[in-house]
């Protein structure tokens, strides 16, 4: 079984009533795995870099967001799980930065979409596995499932 170690990123901003979102991006089939499904922003952890220095490479390269458009809530403990089917063991690093207001996205090759979601919604997603756990590492769980 390979291991690979990857970065997660969700990023945070308020919607119109006030109410905290998160983005989730619909990978493309440009990316070598789990095409089609939704996902925070994430890639490989390369060698050499901290988890945070990746986190934040990731941030800019998928959502065109600088370093002055977002800022580090909360980097979470990271996680390992199994994928039998792709043989390889994920240790996760999960991250969440909250978007300054008025940053526009643009996505880049990796994804066809971009949906700003209310957290407790991700289950309704087809999603990369454990998304929702990389999610609560770094996002207290919803306590009102109507939100």
């Known amino acids: 079984m390979r291991d690979t170690s990857v970065v997660t990123c969700f990023l945070l901003h308020d919607s119109a009533d006030g109410r905290d979102e998160v983005l989730i991006l619909r990978r493309s089939g440009r990316v070598r795995t789990y095409r089609g499904r939704w996902a925070g922003v994430s890639g490989y952890l390369e060698a050499g870099a901290t988890a945070e220095v990746q986190a934040r490479r990731e941030v800019q390269e ?10 580090l809530v909360l980097a979470g403990e990271p996680f390992t799980f199994e994928d039998a089917e792709l043989d390889t063991r994920w240790t996760v690093h999960p991250f969440l930065f909250r978007v300054r207001a008025g940053a526009g996205i643009t996505i880049d090759w990796e994804h066809t979409e971009a949906r700003w979601v209310r957290p ?26 109507a939100l």
């Not at 998928?62 to 800022?71: I, K």
């Not at 990369?128 to 499932?145: I, K, M, N, S, T």
Request: hydrophobic share 35%; charged share 25%.
């Open 62 to 71: 998928e959502t065109g967001l600088s370093a002055v458009d977002v800022e």
């Open 120 to 145: 407790n919604a991700l289950g309704r997603y087809r999603t990369v596995p454990q998304l929702g756990e990389a999610l609560a590492r770094v996002y207290p769980p919803a306590q009102d499932d």
